[in-house]
């Protein structure tokens, strides 16, 4: 049995869940989500609460979805009441970010700026050589935050380069020079 999946996801006042064969929506005061169902997974609402289960709990596939889709809808339910956030750091000398309009212009070490779009469903903000990335989509949030990172990744050997706030680069010791004897 799925742990995560077997377990009942409640639903906040103020946040409305609709549902149709293929797909559920959850409107909240932050944004709406719709997420495509599964036609194996089967999601049944009663009493502001809903409860995720599947077709056959023997198979593998299927018991993997379950608990998918129970995580799913627990992290559209905190998106759309709380939204998530994620920050990235920029180290190195001469590397700066700020705002330009909505997008941000990246400086981190090449011949030009690096200009990023942001979409609309997340909002960035810049404070000296911090971004901090906030929306109610936690996908969308991860995946801008991996493209912004790939721009320049952490190099081990001065740690140059954007990063995780949370994120520990593991230092690498350079090239010793050889000593004449």
Do not use: C
Request: proline share 3%; glycine share 10%.
């Amino acid at each position: 049995m799925s742990r995560i999946g077997k377990q009942i996801i409640s639903i906040p006042a103020g946040v409305t869940v609709n549902m149709t064969d293929a797909s559920i929506e959850v409107k909240g005061p932050k944004g709406t989500l719709v997420r495509q169902l599964n036609d194996k997974v089967k999601i049944k609402m009663a009493d502001n609460t809903l409860t995720v289960d599947v077709e056959n709990k023997e198979d593998k596939k299927e018991r993997s979805l379950w608990g998918t889709f129970g995580a799913h809808l627990n992290n559209m339910i905190l998106g759309v009441t709380e939204g998530f956030k994620k920050e990235l750091e920029i180290n190195g000398v001469g590397y700066k970010v700020a705002m330009q309009g909505k997008d941000l212009k990246l400086e981190v070490g090449f011949s030009h700026p690096v200009i990023f779009k942001i979409p609309d469903s997340v909002v960035a903000k810049v404070e000296k050589n911090v971004i901090t990335l906030e929306s109610y989509d936690k996908e969308m949030l991860g995946s801008i935050a991996a493209e912004i990172r790939s721009v320049r990744k952490p190099e081990p050997y001065k740690g140059k380069g954007i990063k995780y706030m949370e994120e520990i680069i593991r230092r690498k010791a350079g090239k010793t020079a050889a000593k004449g004897e």
